[in-house]
Structures are given as structure tokens and as C-alpha cells.
């Protein structure tokens, strides 16, 4: 019964608005405002080959640009910079918006930096395209804005959801669970944590492909499992999730490495951010739970092939993924 489930799971997953495989990377502005006046704008938008988001920031009308911007692509971004005027009396109280942001599902970080040298940061999202720039920095709104970011970030990551999806499926009973959880949980904060501080640092396509690796390991143990097989993740659960979670750990850095995290706020977005990470996973497992729970109670019958759908339509979405970032590793490298 916990299989049949599965299929239903997994078309919820995938009428999802992040049905791909999860890449959240936002956009940074970066705005510094000297004591002369002068407004130095940094702008980098995620790209993919030669596609660029359609995202573009709107200045003030007060704002004058001084001379023409310089840009070029980085990897994997689209990266301006321009100077300005400000004929206004400084920045407090101006309104920045992100022109497009409304259409697409992704963020925006947003870092001011005043001629008195108090900092803000804040990130946008497409409810929220617009910045009204204030004069005290609220380390609430930080905390708020990076704990979100987390939470969307896991709610969204398909790869992510897929890879606890099926070590649900495997795992029985509540403590084997709760080890599992709290194994997953204590790697990939741990590997979070040590790629944002800079100490750990792997290569993006390689992660991203081993995530997707992980993700078809866990399917053929399911199989294995349905076989009556007993395979390495119904023995030792915590100890692949402990593994493959330092991978997923690397994955999730990578929304804040995209961006950058001022040296001033990394303790607050390096905790919050985590803390909505872990905040959506333990509402998904919740989820899983209470659906597989229900199904006990409820009088259905699933032909006994339907079960075989939750293997085999994890492992064919992981390796498309595997050879989808594989490819892409290797064009980029070319």
C-alpha cells in the first residue's frame, strides 16, 4: 500500500510549478553608494547557455547613469556594472523594482550599502518586486527573508523532495525514520555550512550530477525492496542518508554562494537560511506520513503492477537528470 501511494506522490510533485529538476539561483543587486554621491551597481542575473532570465532592475528617477555599463557573461551569469548619479538627498527612502521578477519563479538579493555604512539586505520575490530602502537595518526582515529563501528553495527542489520521497518509501517503522531524518539532516547542514564559509568547495555539475545519482541508487533499492530483497538502505537508512545528505548539503549552498553573503551576515543567513531548509523537509515528511497513514483507513485496491510505477518513475526522472547535468558539465567545459 505505501507504494501504491506513491504514483499519486509523485503526479503531485510533478504538476508542481518546479516540475525540472530544482536549480534555484537568484539574481543579485548590489548597490554601494560612495560619500560623493556616487552610486556603483552591480547587477548578475542567472544564465543558462545564452539565455539570460528576463529580469532587469529599475532605478529611480532620480537616479542619472554616468557612463556606459560593462558586462559580460561569468559562469553561469549574466554580470553588469554602471555607475550612477543620485540627484535626491541620499538613498533612504528610494524604491528599487525588478522589472519581469512578477513571471518568473526565482529571487532576488538585494544588498544597499549607505555612505554612512549601515548595510541592508534583502531579497525579492515575485510577490514582493519592490524595495523601499530604509534607514535602519532590521536584522528581523534578514533573518525572515534568508529563513524563506530556505524554505522555498527545499519546497521547490524537486531532486531534493524525490530523494526523501524514496527513502520514506524504504524506511519502516518511526525510530528507523527518525534516524534517517535526522542522519539527512545533520550531513547536509554540516556540508552547508562548510561550502558557505568557504572551508569545503566542490564543483557545481558534479554535485548537482551525484544528486541525481543518489536519487537513482534509492530507486533501485526501492525495486530491491519490492523484490523482497533486502538492500543496503532498508539495513543501514542513516547511513545513506548520512552520505549522499553531505551532496544535498553542497546543493543547497549553492543558492547562497550564487548570490554571495556579506562577511557580516553570514552566522544569521547561514542559520535561517537552514533553518527553512529543514522547516519544508519536516513539513514534506509530514505530508508523506499523514498521507501514507491515511491510505491504511481508506478501502482501496491497486493492481499489483502499480506499485512498480514509484521505482521506475523516480529512477527514469534521476538519470534523465544525470545525463541532462552531465552533458551540461561537459558543454561547459568544452
Known amino acids: 500500500m505505501r507504494a501504491a501511494l506513491a504514483p499519486l506522490l509523485l503526479a503531485g510533485l510533478f504538476c508542481a510549478p518546479a516540475a525540472p529538476a530544482h536549480e534555484m539561483r537568484p539574481a543579485l543587486l548590489e548597490i554601494r553608494e560612495e560619500s560623493d554621491g556616487t552610486i556603483r551597481v552591480l547587477w548578475k542575473v542567472p544564465s543558462?547557455?545564452?539565455?539570460?532570465?528576463?529580469?532587469?532592475p529599475v532605478f529611480p528617477e532620480a537616479w542619472a547613469q554616468i557612463a556606459a555599463p560593462s558586462a559580460g557573461a561569468v559562469s553561469g551569469a549574466w554580470l553588469e556594472r554602471s555607475s550612477w548619479r543620485n540627484a535626491a538627498d541620499g538613498l533612504v527612502g528610494q524604491r528599487l523594482r525588478i522589472e519581469g521578477l512578477s513571471s518568473l519563479m526565482t529571487d532576488v538579493l538585494v544588498r544597499v550599502e549607505l555612505a554612512n555604512g549601515i548595510a541592508h539586505s534583502a531579497i525579492l520575490r515575485p510577490s514582493e518586486p519592490e524595495l523601499r530602502i530604509p534607514a535602519v537595518a532590521s536584522k528581523k526582515e534578514v533573518a525572515l527573508s534568508y529563513w524563506r529563501m530556505g524554505l522555498v528553495h527545499i519546497l521547490e527542489g524537486i531532486d531534493h523532495l524525490l530523494f526523501v520521497l524514496a527513502l520514506l518509501l524504504i524506511v519502516s517503522g518511526f525510530w528507523k525514520l527518525l534516524q534517517t531524518v535526522t542522519a539527512f539532516t545533520l550531513a547536509h547542514s554540516l556540508s552547508l555550512a562548510l561550502a558557505t564559509l568557504g572551508i569545503l568547495h566542490v564543483p557545481p555539475a558534479p554535485t548537482e550530477a551525484v544528486i541525481s545519482l543518489s536519487i537513482v541508487f534509492l530507486a533501485a533499492e526501492l525495486l530491491r525492496k519490492q523484490r523482497g530483497e533486502t538492500g543496503l538502505t532498508e539495513r543501514r537508512p542513516w547511513l545513506v542518508a548520512l552520505a549522499f545528505g553531505l551532496f544535498h548539503g553542497l546543493g543547497f549552498a549553492g543558492a547562497l554562494s550564487e548570490v554571495g553573503v556579506p562577511a557580516h551576515e553570514v552566522p544569521l543567513a547561514l542559520l535561517m537560511f537552514n533553518v527553512g531548509v529543514e522547516t519544508g523537509q519536516l513539513l514534506f515528511v509530514a505530508v508523506?506520513?499523514?498521507?501514507?497513514?491515511?491510505?491504511?483507513?481508506?478501502?482501496?485496491?491497486?493492481?499489483?503492477?502499480?506499485a512498480q510505477l514509484a521505482p521506475y518513475g523516480i529512477g527514469a526522472l534521476a538519470a534523465f537528470w544525470t545525463i541532462e547535468r552531465l552533458v551540461s558539465a561537459f558543454a561547459a567545459g568544452a
Do not use: H, K, M, Y
Request: charge should be positive.
Open 48 to 56: 543558462r547557455g545564452d539565455r539570460v532570465l528576463a529580469l532587469r
Open 288 to 306: 508523506v506520513v499523514a498521507a501514507l497513514a491515511a491510505l491504511r483507513w481508506l478501502p482501496l485496491s491497486f493492481p499489483p503492477q502499480t
